[in-house]
């Protein structure tokens, strides 16, 4: 017997894995001199590389290495079913029993503590060694039948723990061998069948039934179900009067998942929110749905056994039934729209797909179509293109808006021009002073025009709201009929709020619109009020969307026709409107209601048929805030004498400016090229004290031509011009490079004001 221990340590192959050489010799010399035959390794890494290389009979690991420590070598040997039967020894110098634990928690044979006797090592190895021969002696004779296995086997003990199981068993669980043997079955058995489990091993046990079987439910290590099949029966060993469990485990989730596809399929069909037929080859139906008879106004039994192309005829869908029929008869599928009358009367329009449905052999045994309501959706598309050339006239007008700023800058700059260069009395004067007039005029109608236009998200400032009303009903006045008069009672006291100016607008314009509309039959008196007000504690108690306290309150009040109470309830629903087809989308309501939420301010009507309306407005004022304009400087005080490079496309904006400056004493150089304006400011830098730019040009726009040239010479200061104030608050995040912004159309002492204001803080 000694011999063949000695045998079993003399031919062993053991690999030491220890960062420390003088351990590592001192291992190797006396393991070698047992006759084993000994690898190392020096670290974590390198061991796993040296194991899945050739797998030795034994590991001796110590715990602290660099890069990966013993404990992960140990778990990383153990989680590969080629190696997991090797036995592992940890050899450290760490004596605590935590440190031992976490040894044999990862799988850990042994743990031999630093410093050791050799004769200790000796022996464990021995004994580790002839346990794993014996066993793999045990297993051999029987092993390869239970691994083979197509089903899932396994012995369990009588108090229910897994002794053996097998491949099939653990990948059905999706647990390796190790973790299962020793574990009760319970842990890895559905809650509700530990009960009739325990039942079923007791009546095992006693002999009451020599095997019993039935439908179960394992959990998997992740947590999923698996559908069973169990045979369990009872084994007796004579030679050692063993008794143990086999369970033989047949895996039917498939069968299970197939049978609840079908039922969830069927629920689904049934219960699904789009319309399902299925008929026939010849047509017929055969089975409809609950949401059919929603969408064909028709009851199952009156569809069923019915050719559904006689249902779906008539109107205009003759010619794509024909397409779908001769579509899905030949093998294909086939989608598009189907409108039909039902049974009330009414219009439906219905987005199809139809197929065809083959048996196993190829041919068609049904056909299947999915139906679904589109009616409202298209009503929706009419509305939402109706919306989109609204955006569309939106855009035109923003372009043409921009042109026509160009020519007025040229209009009303040479305007000026001539009326300085004539005395106070000359009635030429006076004649271009009725330009000059217009001009402005026209410039804030552009203005306006542009502010219609924006497509840009809104930036809230501070803003008296009178000035933006007085701004509108100026341009309300040129489009509303002279049989509307126009009242209006304007507070210029009001305290500013945070808004957008476009949006106070906007706000205007459709109340006054829809004013408009309400008395063009008879005429009428639109009234428009502001004023303001304080909101009491007892008025929010009324209105919960406003809190107490000051607020700027617009009034739009009409004399038309008034409207009912179901009206009143839906007028700030988008797209509802009273309005005949083409003459209104349905959205200004509902959008400046959007517009006044944002604003944390109300929005109320008042009406009645015969008696007109009142739309009131509430937005909360700024307290303690004041908008100070720039004190306008006297003419005299902006001549200079800087050289200016005026930049701008447009050659007619370019030689005004270029004579009005002029006419102050500046030096002015004109280009209009952006690029030939680089190249000219490279040439001499410093024969420039200030750039003036347009934004919008080909080839360059002026914000990247401020960059070229600040490349150029840091310090320069550039002036930047646009018709756009979008532009302008772009821009004005990057001080850096423009200095300064005008709005165009371009007036020469307002140029000549920015010229003085950048130069003169420089």
């Given at each position: 017997m000694s011999d063949a221990r000695e045998r079993d340590l003399n031919s062993a192959v053991v690999l030491v894995v220890d960062d420390n050489p003088e351990n590592l010799r001192v291992l190797r010399e006396m393991l070698t001199k047992q006759g084993c035959t000994i690898r190392v390794a020096r670290s974590g890494h390198e061991a796993l590389r040296s194991v899945e290389a050739s797998p030795p009979d034994m590991i001796l690991l110590d715990i602290h290495m660099p890069g990966m420590d013993g404990y992960e070598v140990c778990r990383r040997v153990k989680a590969d079913t080629r190696l997991r039967d090797i036995p592992v020894i940890f050899v450290s110098a760490l004596g605590e029993t935590f440190n031992k634990v976490a040894a044999y928690d990862c799988g850990g044979a042994d743990y031999i503590t630093k410093p050791f006797q050799f004769e200790e090592i000796r022996v464990r190895m021995r004994a580790h060694l002839r346990t794993r021969h014996m066993l793999a002696e045990s297993q051999a004779g029987f092993r390869s039948s239970f691994e083979q296995a197509a089903v899932g086997m396994a012995h369990i003990s009588l108090d229910g723990t897994f002794l053996r199981v097998n491949h099939r068993f653990c990948d059905m669980l999706g647990y390796s061998e190790e973790e299962l043997l020793g574990r009760a079955t319970a842990d890895v058995t559905c809650k509700e069948f530990h009960q009739s489990d325990e039942a079923d091993r007791q009546r095992l046990a006693q002999g009451e039934v020599e095997w019993v079987s039935g439908e179960k439910q394992y959990l998997r290590k992740r947590g999923q179900r698996l559908f069973c099949r169990a045979t369990l029966s009872l084994v007796r060993v004579a030679t050692t009067h063993e008794q143990y469990l086999a369970a033989i485990v047949e895996d039917i989730s498939e069968r299970k998942r197939?049978?609840?596809e079908r039922r969830q399929l069927a629920a689904a069909i049934d219960q699904a929110a789009e319309a399902i037929v299925i008929t026939d080859a010849s047509g017929v139906a055969r089975y409809a749905n609950p949401a059919w008879e929603q969408l064909s106004g028709l009851s199952r039994s009156e569809a069923l056994d019915v050719d559904m192309r006689t249902i779906l005829g008539g109107q205009d869908g003759e010619a794509a039934l024909r397409q779908l029929w001769e579509t899905v008869a030949s093998g294909k599928s086939w989608s598009g729209r189907l409108q039909f009358k039902r049974p009330d009367g009414m219009l439906c329009t219905q987005e199809v797909t139809a197929s065809p449905v083959r048996d196993n052999a190829g041919h068609i045994v049904n056909f299947v179509a999915v139906a679904r309501d589109i009616t409202e959706q298209i009503a929706l598309e009419h509305r939402l293109q109706q919306a989109q050339k609204l955006e569309a006239i939106g855009t035109l007008a923003g372009g043409i808006a921009h042109d026509f700023n160009n020519i007025l800058s040229a209009i009303m700059g040479y305007t000026d021009i001539a009326m300085d260069d004539l005395p106070e009395d000359s009635e030429v004067r006076s004649s271009l002073s009725q330009v000059?007039?217009?001009?402005?005029?026209?410039?804030?109608l552009v203005a306006q025009i542009l502010a219609f236009s924006r497509q840009s998200e809104r930036e809230t400032q501070p803003v008296r709201v009178q000035s933006v009303v007085k701004e509108a009903l100026k341009l309300l006045r040129g489009s509303i009929p002279a049989t509307i008069e126009i009242k209006e009672d304007i507070d210029s006291t009001c305290a500013p709020v945070l808004a957008d100016p476009t949006g106070l607008h906007q706000i205007l314009?459709?109340?006054?619109?829809?004013?408009?509309?309400?008395?063009q039959e008879k005429g009428g008196?639109?009234?428009?009020?502001?004023?303001?007000?304080?909101?009491?504690?007892?008025?929010?108690?009324?209105?919960?969307?406003l809190s107490p306290g000051e607020y700027v309150r617009l009034e739009v009040h009409d004399t038309g026709h008034g409207m009912d109470e179901v009206t009143k309830a839906r007028i700030f629903e988008p797209y509802f409107t009273t309005k005949e087809r083409g003459e209104g989308t349905g959205?200004?309501?509902?959008?400046?209601?959007?517009?006044?939420?944002d604003l944390q301010g109300a929005i109320h009507v008042?009406?009645?048929?015969?008696?007109?309306?009142?739309?009131?407005?509430?937005?909360?004022?700024?307290?303690?805030?004041?908008?100070?304009?720039?004190?306008?400087?006297?003419?005299?005080?902006?001549?200079?004498?800087?050289?200016?490079?005026?930049v701008d496309d447009e050659e007619p904006i370019g030689e005004f400016a270029k004579a009005a400056l002029e006419r102050l004493g500046y030096k002015v150089t004109v280009q209009t090229s952006s690029p030939n304006a680089v190249a000219l400011f490279s040439e001499s830098p410093d024969a420039f004290d200030v750039v003036v730019t347009d934004q919008m040009m080909p080839q360059m726009k002026g914000t990247e031509l401020s960059r070229r040239l600040h490349e150029i010479r840091r310090d320069i200061p550039v002036i930047l011009c646009s018709g756009f104030a979008e532009t302008m608050r772009e821009t004005a995040a990057n001080q850096g490079e423009i200095q300064h912004h005008v709005m165009k159309p371009i007036i020469g002492a307002d140029l000549a004001r920015a010229i003085r204001k950048v130069v003169d803080t420089a």
């Open positions: 197939v049978e609840d000059a007039t217009a001009g402005r005029r026209a410039r804030d314009m459709n109340l006054c619109t829809n004013a408009n509309h309400a008395m008196l639109l009234a428009v009020r502001l004023a303001q007000v304080e909101i009491s504690e007892s008025e929010v108690e009324r209105d919960p969307s959205l200004g309501l509902s959008t400046i209601h959007g517009i006044v939420t008042y009406s009645h048929p015969g008696e007109g309306s009142t739309f009131t407005v509430l937005l909360p004022c700024m307290p303690g805030e004041s908008l100070s304009a720039e004190a306008e400087v006297p003419l005299a005080k902006l001549r200079g004498t800087e050289r200016v490079l005026l």
